[in-house]
Each structure stands twice: as structure tokens, then as C-alpha cells.
């Protein structure tokens, strides 16, 4: 799908809408933001869901790149399968839904698969994508931006602390998707957060991802059992189908992974930058559109999910199969709390988790 909406608009947009009412009856909005080339991203409270992304394809077209639906009752359904959400308070899996912090240990529900797995899951069973954020619209120098707050209760989910969490998101002026992570504690937990968009840089519905071309910036991964959790060990890509320092379309040796519990690539990636400074991780670049992505970050992890399980309706009732998008989930690894030799996810009262992710788009 393309649209030439907005192509030369010069002065940055936001707007306000009404988008739903949620099954308890709150009322969630949309905010649009349009930045100085056009670009526009749509963003609800719900979730702090990115329900739309339009960048310029290589024609100067806007293509609009992330999978959704159209309305707040399938964003709110069993078929959600985490669509442009944030993630938390745990981003991927906790292994047994266990982790101790002094001593003590936290019980979290296991709801990995439907249950099926022993593991928590995205932060639970009511994660941070079903949940209201305040939203707070602002100009910046860089462009449009949205901030939403949120604050989740000791005890919510089986998660100590008050956890008091901020993110803000930007539509630069560069063409730029940035998501600033903020969050303080009053008891020591742990916290891993990221967002779960899915992309199709050919356009969502038009098709599978399997001819994007993709690099990763990593010399290692993690890996993990039947269980998808780690083992522990740091792995070397170089020899696997995960080897990914040149690009390659993410189809080449995707069948390597074809059997459950993968049907695909779902793995986390050791990125070579561990300094918690911003680093590229990822390019990835869609041939018919000429739509390049790059993703940047401070985080020390990036998982890549191919969409492997899903088979539903989306946006327009277009049908989204198997592969219909691609995530790059940047995060500490998975179940951290259980694995001491990972970098350690626990924030404590008085320190701040910070961390900062772009994906920039650009044509080629």
C-alpha cells in the first residue's frame, strides 16, 4: 500500500483523535505526528501501540511499514500477537516465571504460548500493551513527539517496586523512529523494555518478508532449548544460519529453523557494541521498495522474530501469514534474572534504566 499524503508538507503536525473505548469502557486516543518531509506515525495510549508508519519508498511514495488492525477491540483480542506495542515490565522470557533479587523469590504467571511453555511471557499476563498510558504531545527541535507515562504498582504481575516508566517517541525530521526509555523504582526489580513492531518495508499486506535483505551486527547469539530459554552460553554466529555481518534475505536459510518451537527465526543477537552508547545493530532493505531500515541502539541485545506463527487479518482485513513482518526487538537478553554471566537487568532505588532505540528510514 503507498500514499502520497503529506508529501510536501514543510511544518511538523500533531494531532489528537479519538480512537475506541476500551472492554472497560476508557477512552483511548490517537496521536498523529507528521514530520517536515511527510513521514507520519500513528501512535494510541493504548499500549502506546504504533498503529501506523508512513515513510517514503525510493518513488517518494509513503508506504505505510508496520503491521496492525484497524480497530481497538482486535488490538484488545486474543489474536494480538503484541502489534507495535511496548513491552514490560520484562520484555521476552523468564524462565519458569521464577527470579530471585536478596533472597527473595518472585512468582510470575507463565503464560508463554498460552501456557503451554513455563515461562513469562512479555511481562505477563496484562503486560504494558494492555495497559493506558498518559500521553503528553510535544514539538521538539528534532520533530513531532509523543510521551507517555505509566505507572506500575508494586506486586503488578508479581513484579516488585512502583515502577514509575516513561517513553517517548519521536518522528525526526531525518526520517527517524526514536523511543526513549525512562524508568525508576522504590524496591530492587528487574526491567527489560523494548517495542514489538512488526515491519514490512514493502508495505504491511503486501506479502511475506522473506527477500528483505538483512544485517545484524552481531558476532554471537544466545542460545536456547526447547523451551526458547538460553542455556547460558555465548554463542559464535559464524558457521549458522544466524550469521548475518553481510546481508543476507532473511529467506536464504530460514528453513534451518523451519520445526517448532521456532517455524523461523526467533533468536536473541549478542550486538559487538556493549557499551550502552548508540550503535548501529541492524540494516535491513526491502528491494522493490528501495526502503532501508537501520536500527540503532544502547541496548546490548536485539531479537529478531520472523512472524512465524502468524495467520490473521489485519489492517483493511488484508491477511497477514506466515512471515508477513519482521521484528528487531532491541533488549537485554533473555531470562537475564536467571543467568548471572548476562548483563544484568535489576534496577535498584535511586538509579535510572535508560535506554534509547531509532529506526531510521532511508531509500536506496
Known amino acids: 500500500m503507498s500514499c502520497a499524503f503529506a508529501a510536501s508538507l514543510k511544518d511538523v503536525v500533531i494531532e489528537k483523535s479519538f480512537y475506541g473505548f476500551t472492554k472497560d469502557g476508557t477512552p483511548i486516543d490517537q496521536y498523529t505526528l507528521v514530520n517536515a518531509n511527510g513521514a507520519m506515525v500513528k501512535i494510541i495510549n493504548y499500549g502506546g501501540i504504533v498503529t501506523e508508519l508512513w515513510v517514503p519508498d525510493k518513488n517518494g511514495l509513503l508506504r505505510d511499514v508496520v503491521l496492525g488492525f484497524d480497530t481497538l477491540a482486535e ?66 527541535p528534532e520533530g513531532p513527539a509523543l510521551r507517555l507515562k505509566y505507572l506500575s504498582h508494586d506486586g ?7 515502577l514509575d516508566v516513561t517513553v517517548t517517541y519521536t518522528l525526526t ?15 530492587p526489580t528487574v526491567v527489560n523494555l523494548t517495542n514489538h513492531a512488526y515491519f514490512n518495508l514493502e508495505g504491511e499486506g503486501s506479502g511475506d518478508i522473506l527477500n528483505h535483505e538483512l544485517m545484524i551486527v552481531a558476532d554471537n547469539y544466545t542460545p536456547v532449548d526447547n523451551n526458547l530459554i538460553p542455556t547460558g552460553e555465548i554463542a559464535p554466529v559464524a558457521g549458522t544460519p544466524l ?34 552508547e548508540l550503535a548501529l545493530a541492524a540494516r535491513v532493505k526491502a528491494p522493490e521498495s528501495g526502503i532501508v531500515m537501520e536500527v540503532y541502539t544502547t541496548q546490548p541485545g536485539v531479537q529478531l522474530y520472523t512472524g512465524n506463527w502468524l495467520d490473521l487479518k489485519g489492517k483493511g482485513g488484508k491477511y497477514y501469514g506466515q512471515y508477513a513482518g519482521f521484528c528487531l526487538e532491541t533488549q537485554h537478553y ?21 535506554q534509547v532505540t531509532i529506526y531510521k528510514f532511508l531509500t536506496e
Open 75 to 140: 488490538f484488545e483480542g486474543p489474536n494480538d500477537p503484541y502489534f507495535g506495542c511496548i513491552v514490560g515490565r520484562y520484555a521476552n522470557r523468564i524462565a519458569q516465571g521464577r527470579f530471585t533479587i536478596d533472597g527473595v523469590t518472585y512468582q510470575l504467571a507463565c503464560n508463554d504460548a498460552g501456557g503451554a511453555r513455563p515461562n513469562m511471557l512479555h511481562g505477563g499476563v496484562k503486560g504494558f500493551q494492555d495497559v493506558v498510558w498518559k500521553a503528553i504531545p510535544m514539538k521538539t
Open 156 to 162: 503488578e504481575e508479581g513484579f516488585p517496586g512502583n
Open 173 to 187: 525530521n531525518d526520517n527517524a523512529l526514536k523511543i526513549e526509555y525512562v524508568a525508576t523504582t522504590d524496591k
Open 243 to 276: 550469521d548475518f555481518r553481510e546481508p543476507h534475505k532473511i529467506g536464504e536459510r530460514i528453513q534451518a529453523f523451519a520445526e517448532p518451537p521456532f517455524k523461523g527465526y526467533d533468536h536473541n543477537f549478542v550486538l559487538n557494541n556493549q557499551t550502552g
Open 334 to 354: 533473555p531470562d537475564s534474572p536467571n543467568h548471572p554471566n548476562f548483563p544484568s537487568t535489576l534496577l535498584s532505588p535511586g538509579e535510572v534504566y535508560k
